[in-house]
């Protein structure tokens, strides 16, 4: 199977540049079959590379080619498929099959289409990778692809301004995180000496070599470019404005797989990051407040998209406070469940705007339930998933990082951020359903002479179907809670198993009562866990009482939220116009999105601008420019006159070779010989 | 030194790959005579790829070894197997972008509009005349004593002398011809007075024995016997002049200008090799005690080739002779290889190597350039850059491969010409040459323009309505086939420098352990 690994992200690359060479020319609406298909290929092969997986329990391996020999910097392009990779893997290309196959329908008809199948399977190539990666420089490069590929999808409309205004945004934002990120891989080499992840020579096996300090400013550069990519405060702007692209691409690359690739850097470094408290810390309270900010603003949006918008960057901030509190496998699993539901919310938010006609805002909406039922009792089931209702995915996911961030080891921040979750959870709730009564239920608001609602066709509502059952069911890959298939699946990426025997061990040694072996075993733990002394490592049992306990307060919560939006949307009980009026403060905020934008603009942009006329007006056009062109025309000259040397006449040919003849002999004679000796 | 003839028969065996291509070549001699008309072309240029690629077969499973025979005259080691590849494979360039040309021969667009032949060519004995200089110059990579390279350098420039005059209607074809001829010949008769000088100081013609005289002569003052020097230097000017080293160069533009296209190509890389193979057999091999000496001039010579080279193509129009100049250039990268040679090289030391690798590269990236000049040529257009405009918009698929080799040859990662300059460079500074790096970064640098107006022409231009050029199957696909090898070799590149490594390393260790 190892073999074949490559074969993965391979063969999405082949028809990308197949359809991209010829889907004008000669493919044309084949180019969507052709993508899907390759999509198909891959998402298969990375099935039976995850059963593979399950089974042996050990990574898979896969040396390419040695891409970089340059002395001590000796880069090799390997693949790398631990029991993670092989859960991004399934996520990856499940969501991105499914998304290929909705498109075929979304996009019919449109006369960029090869453009989009072209971009699409290229970014899956970059994503997977990505994950596949066994070095930091390696992941590096598709972490740039992913976000060219993200860049070009973004500006697919590239005749609208906006689209193309979004685009740069969500470029030149992702710089300043992937600057850090660039820079945190310099720092890993030049403590480490290497790039490669695993292994005894590797980073992950070494990180107690370095100083604390270093650590701590490696974790922060490489989350730096985790919140980039994640959308995390404070460079979170970006992925709101990112659904000008296509919806498919909305679905794909903005909810399900790249924004989480943050949120899988750290997991994947989470040997770095456990080393320091202080960016534990830091993840942990940028996750919370991403989570609570983006959750307030959802409450007062009015294009659908915007709202799943902001509900995807408000998840994402779940999963970075999990990770910040030591609940690894609380945020994988988050993430996991995140990518069915929230592209299920995409792909649904896209077809009501394909079935409105190109309609976004949710206020010419309502009442749809009756037009288009396929979308709406999916969307149903997404709504609620997101909102957390017991048994849907959402549930067991968020109920696991608001209990892992209570019982972690990072007190009191845990206990903090785990109220704030709680608190974001009833906000989910409330915003999700008001989405859902604003959109489908109640008052038609749109002018039935002008627009027809109608529900998508097969292709687009199968693929809603295909990924309702993992919305509704996945969940109970983690069930019950801390012990499912998929914690078990997971666990020995992210706890050393043999440590926790030892710490088993010594629990049982203690309990004997004979302290001198309990002594020598909790050394054996330590030496096979790291330098980690207070075993941060180790999974923290909850007991049962805390599971239960925590199970009925975030069902309270998004019940809670569930409720109030029946009320206020549904029933018209309390009515959001005087509410709104009533908190006029806050809802300014939330409906501007708390001025981030204003701000930025105020203290970056503006001032950057103006920097960039000055030195563009001075600098640039009167002295660097001025200096190019004197050098590029005094070249031009020189060029000219050397020109005129080929006379074209042999005897001044034969002439400049005797000349040079002679005066290489006598220079060297005189110089060199002893002849003048 | 006395007389030691050695009486055992050769061993015909290591010679394989060279008596294929020449038997291949007779065969070609025999069939342009007697193959009836209608099936005249296909024979004669499936003869020449099979004999090609035959020979290469051979050549690779002579692999691995390290043997002489002829008495040590022909050597069959690692620097011969990866230099006659390189040369078949352009050889096999050269037959599959020639093909289209040979058939339709050269037009031109007449007064009136309409296209008419202008040179009709005769395909066998162009076939036979490639066959006998791939031949020659297969001879120098395996040359294993002066008289041996100096035939192969002979028979190897003959035949290019007489395929540039090959469209001899055309003037400048004929004049091209001329006067490479004639400074050919000045050239030569040099290169063989310096071997007669190294011959007079040595006693021996035999590249090994060559350098274990000149290892136990050394008078420890730092100065060199002048005779030596002398010799050394006049063989310099004569391979400076086969590489169209600055200021020995002097024949390039015209001959490259007047040549047909597909010749152009042809030579721009095989007697390139040739001399290549020739310098590095000379001065590693045989004049390595020396080393001291010839690196600084190759280094001194390198400089002025690439500045001169760059510089001197901004101001061409004329895409041929553009090249023409860019190949100087790339000639200069090529010998800074040779300059930082470090003496007593081991195995370790990458000079040899990053040379062997960078006339690969150069091997694809130009012989590509120029199918693309050949392709738009069929049709009378091509030669000026007018003739360039909007190609991106009449043949998308050739504008990209040209793109390709055009930002190739510029050193643009992640393509073929950025390794072998990556490698050069490296090479450089691990011979504690930083000039030498530095002035290849700015030199290419300077390139850029040239290069990119091309492309530039390509892309931004309308196309002026021109007859468009024909698409034709084994042009094309010859194209296609080099910009992929443009494209993923430079990628996959740290196998084939390893086995340059090992090659190069291979022969400066035989050379060493045969001269003690």
Known sequence: MADLLFLIPLIPLVASAVVLLFGRTVLGDRSAILSTAAVAVSWLLSVVVAVDIYRSEEAIAQTLFRWIPSGDFDVRVNLYADQLTAVMLLVVSTVGLLVHVYSIGYMRGDPGLYRFFAYLPLFVFSMLMLVLADNFLVMYVFWEAVGLCSYLLISYYFRRRSANNAAKKAFIVNRVGDLGFGLGIMFVFWTFGTVNFFGETGVFERVGEAGSTTITVIALLLFLGAMGKSAQFPLHTWLPDAMEGPTPVSALIHAATMVTAGIYLVARAQSIFLASETAMLIVASIGAFTAFMAATIALTQNDIKRVVAYSTLSQLGYMTLALGTGAWMAAIFHLVTHAFFKGLLFLGAGSVIHGMHDQQDIRAMGGLKKYMPVTYWTFLAAALANAGIIPLAGYWSKDEIILGAWISDYQPIGQIVSIVAIVSAFLTALYMFRLVFVVFHGRERFDPAVVHPHESPRVMTLPLVALAIPTVLIGFIGAPPEHGLYHRFVEPVFYDVEAEEAEAATYVVAQEGDPAPAGEAATAADAAGGDHSDGAYLPHEPSTAQIVSFGVISTVAAVGGLVLAWLIYFRGAISPVELGQRFRRLYDISYHKWYFDELYDGLIVRPLRSSAIFLWRVVDIDVIDAMVNGVAGGLAAVSQRLRQVQTGLVANYALAIALGMVVLVGVYLTAFSSLFR | ?516
């Open chain 2, 1 to 516: 030194m006395g007389l030691d003839l050695d009486l055992t028969a050769p061993d015909l065996t290591l010679a394989w790959p060279q008596l294929i291509v020449f038997v291949m070549t007779v065969v070609l001699l025999f069939a342009d005579a007697f193959v009836p008309k209608a099936q005249h072309f296909a024979t004669l240029t499936g003869i020449s790829l099979v004999g090609y690629i035959g020979a290469a077969f051979a050549l690779v499973t002579q692999s691995g070894q390290n043997a002489a025979t002829f008495d040590g005259a022909f050597r069959a080691d690692g620097l011969t197997v990866f230099l006659s590849l390189i040369i078949l494979v352009a050889a096999v360039a050269t037959v599959v972008i020639s093909a289209s040309y040979l058939q339709n021969g050269e037009q031109q667009l007449g007064s009136d509009g309409r296209l008419r032949i202008a040179n009709s060519v005769p395909a066998g004995e162009f076939y036979v005349l490639i066959g006998f200089s791939v031949f020659g110059a297969m001879l120098v990579a395996a040359a294993g004593n002066l008289i041996v390279l100096y035939i192969g350098i002979e028979l190897s420039a003959l035949a290019t002398y007489v395929l540039t005059a090959f469209a001899k209607r055309r003037l400048t074809s004929v004049e091209g011809a001329m006067k490479y001829f004639l400074l050919g010949l000045f050239a030569s008769a040099i290169l063989l007075y310096g071997m007669t000088w190294i011959y007079g100081v040595t006693g021996s013609m035999d590249l090994d024995r060559i350098a274990a005289h000149l290892a136990g002569t050394d008078a420890g003052d730092g100065f060199t016997d002048p005779a030596l020097l002398l010799g050394l230097l006049l063989l310099v000017v004569g391979i400076g002049f086969k590489m169209a080293a600055v200021p020995f160069h002097f024949w390039t533009p015209d001959a490259y200008d007047g040549a047909p296209t597909p010749v152009t190509a042809f030579m721009s890389v095989v007697p390139k090799a040739a001399a290549f193979a020739a310098a590095i057999r000379l001065f590693v091999q045989a004049l390595e005690p020396l080393s001291d000496q010839w690196t600084t001039l190759w280094a001194v010579l390198a400089l002025v080739t690439m500045v001169f080279g760059n510089v001197v193509a901004i101001a061409q129009r004329n895409v041929k002779r553009m090249l023409a100049y860019s190949s100087i250039a790339h000639t200069g990268y090529i010998m800074v290889g040779l300059a930082a040679y470090t003496s007593g090289g081991t195995i370790d030391d990458p000079s040899i190597s990053s040379l062997l690798f960078y006339i690969l590269a150069y091997t694809f990236m130009n012989i590509g350039a120029f199918a693309v000049i050949t392709y738009l040529q069929q049709r009378g257009v091509g030669m000026m850059l007018e003739d360039f405009n909007g190609l991106a918009s009449t043949r998308p698929l050739i504008a990209v491969a040209m793109t390709l080799f055009m930002a190739s040859l510029m050193g643009v990662p992640p393509l073929l010409g950025f390794y072998a300059k990556y490698y050069v460079i490296v090479a450089a500074i691990d011979a504690d040459l930083l000039w030498l790096a530095v002035t290849i970064v700015v030199a290419s640098a300077v390139s850029a323009f040239f290069y990119l107006r091309i492309v530039a022409v390509m892309y931004f231009n309308q196309p002026d309505g021109r007859p468009l050029a024909l698409p034709t199957r084994l042009l094309s696909g010859g194209i296609g086939v080099l910009a992929v090898a443009t494209l993923l070799l430079g990628l996959f590149s740290s196998p084939i420098i390893d086995l340059a490594d090992q090659w190069s390393g291979a022969l400066t260790v035989l050379g060493r352990t045969a001269g003690q």
